[in-house]
C-alpha cells in the first residue's frame, strides 16, 4: 500500500538544539510530500511540501527538508529549535492524480529548557 | 483570504444524537476533504469533493455518516445516531487542483471540530 512512515513517535530536544524527524515514503511514482505540524487542539498548518525539481525545500518557520529517493525518505530538519516548535508533525504524501493524501502517525516534539 | 473554517469549534453530545459540522474552504478551492483523527492518530481520510460532486468515500464512512457540498461551496459532514466511537476531531481542507498539473496540490486545513459523544 501506498503510505508514509514515522518511524518516531516522541522526540525530546532541548531548545537550541537542532532537529530531525524522520519520514519514509513508499509510493510507486515519485510522490509529492508534505509536513505539517498541528498544535494540540488545533487543525494542520502546512510547514512545507515537495513536488519536483530541488530535493531541498525550504519552508515557515525555519524548517527545511530533503528528498531522498535512495533512502525512500523525506525528513525533516531545524538547525535550532525553539520552545514554540514543541507541537506534533505529521508527514503526509500523495503519488498525484486522484489518488488521496496519507498521512503518518505524527511525531510530537517535545522541546526542553 | 481567510483560509479554511469550520463549525461549531467543539461539539459535545449524548449517544443517538445527530450532529452536523459545516466546513467553508478557501474561496476558489475546488476540493474538499473531510479527516478524522483520533488521539495518538494522524488525519484518516473520510471523503472529499471535487466542486459539488462527492468522488470518493472511505469505508470508515458507515451509513450513519453523510457529507454534502451542494453548491461546490461549504460542505456539511452529518453523522446520525452518534456512537461514543464517534468521538474525534473532524478536520476539513481543501485544495485547488489542477489535472494538467499532474496532482500537484496541496491541502489547506481548517482548525477542526472536536466531538465528544458521551
Known amino acids: 500500500a501506498q503510505s508514509v512512515t514515522q518511524p518516531d513517535i516522541h522526540i525530546t530536544v532541548s531548545e537550541g538544539a537542532s532537529l530531525e524527524l524522520r519520514c519514509n515514503y513508499s509510493?510507486?511514482?515519485?510522490?509529492?510530500l508534505f509536513w505539517y505540524v498541528q498544535s494540540p487542539g488545533q487543525g494542520l498548518q502546512l510547514l512545507l511540501k515537495?513536488?519536483?525539481?530541488?530535493?531541498l525545500v525550504q519552508g515557515i518557520k525555519g524548517f527545511e527538508a530533503e528528498f531522498k529517493r535512495s533512502q525512500s525518505s523525506f525528513n525533516l530538519r531545524k538547525p535550532s529549535v525553539h520552545w514554540s516548535d514543541a507541537a506534533e508533525y505529521f508527514c503526509?504524501?500523495?503519488?498525484?492524480?486522484?489518488?488521496?493524501?496519507?498521512f503518518g502517525i505524527g511525531t510530537k516534539l517535545q522541546v526542553i529548557p | 483570504d481567510t483560509g479554511v473554517s469550520q463549525d461549531p469549534r467543539h461539539k459535545i453530545t449524548k449517544r443517538g444524537q445527530n450532529v452536523t459540522f459545516r466546513c467553508d474552504p478557501i474561496?476558489?478551492?475546488?476540493?474538499l476533504y473531510w479527516y478524522r483523527q483520533t488521539l495518538g492518530q494522524g488525519p484518516e481520510f473520510l471523503t472529499y469533493?471535487?466542486?459539488?460532486?462527492?468522488?470518493?468515500k472511505s469505508r470508515l464512512l458507515s451509513d450513519r455518516f453523510s457529507a454534502e457540498r451542494p453548491k461546490g461551496s461549504f460542505s456539511t459532514l452529518e453523522i446520525q445516531r452518534t456512537e461514543q466511537g464517534d468521538s474525534a476531531m473532524y478536520l476539513c481542507?481543501?485544495?485547488?487542483?489542477?489535472?494538467?498539473?499532474?496532482?500537484?496540490?496541496?491541502?489547506?486545513f481548517g482548525p477542526g471540530t472536536r466531538l465528544l459523544v458521551l
Open positions: 481542507a481543501s485544495s485547488f487542483f489542477v489535472g494538467s498539473s499532474g496532482g500537484a496540490e496541496t491541502q489547506y
Open positions: 509510493y510507486g511514482a515519485t510522490p509529492y
Open positions: 515537495y513536488f519536483s525539481g530541488d530535493t
Open positions: 503526509a504524501g500523495h503519488s498525484g492524480g486522484y489518488q488521496k493524501v496519507t
Open positions: 474561496s476558489e478551492h475546488n476540493r
Open positions: 469533493f471535487q466542486n459539488e460532486a462527492q468522488l470518493e
